[in-house]
């Protein structure tokens, strides 16, 4: 078999059950090892297959982009889901953020939320996300804040609120 056709065979095999290993196309082709491997490094330098270890799958449709670039993608549905997302928080509560694009817009949402201390006075929000914290404003103070509780105590007793986390 030629090594277009058997490249062929390869992408077809690749694409019918999502990854090849090369001793399961050894079987297949009858073709030595360090065959199976110039091939799927040739289908590799051209892109057609990434190679992992025994073998390559086809390439990711996923591209990483930046952070930035995110923050454009879909804003109009962020700010959507932003503005559905404070309408759900009450007044007098503690919310803790995570990171991304979406949550970001949810911040920027809540700087004119009329719950917890009304649009003229501070926010204190606890979050991880760099983003939030630099992109929020003047008007909420960031504390970063682990997830979770402190160790001790019987079940069901809440954390004592003195002890810092």
């Not at 993608?73 to 694009?101: E, M, W, Y």
Request: hydrophobic fraction near 35%.
């Amino acid at each position: 078999m030629s090594t277009t056709l058997r490249k062929s065979e390869i992408l077809n095999i690749a694409r019918r059950e999502g990854k090849v290993t090369v001793d399961r196309l050894v079987e297949l082709l009858g073709v030595t090892p360090q065959t199976i491997r110039r091939d799927l490094t040739e289908l590799s330098d051209e892109g057609a297959l990434d190679r992992v270890h025994g073998g390559a799958v086809l390439p990711s449709s996923t591209a990483n982009i930046g952070y930035d670039a995110r923050r454009q993608l879909n804003q109009s549905a962020k700010v959507d889901i932003a503005r559905a997302c404070a309408r759900q928080i009450p007044n007098d509560c503690c919310i803790f953020l995570n990171i991304g694009t979406t949550t970001e817009a949810v911040a920027q949402e809540l700087l004119h939320h009329k719950g917890s201390a009304g649009r003229d006075e501070q926010h204190q929000h606890r979050g991880d996300s760099v983003g939030e914290s630099g992109r929020a404003g003047d008007r909420v103070r960031w504390q970063p804040a682990p997830v979770g509780w402190r160790a001790g105590g019987r079940a069901g007793d809440r954390p004592d609120p003195s002890v810092p986390l």
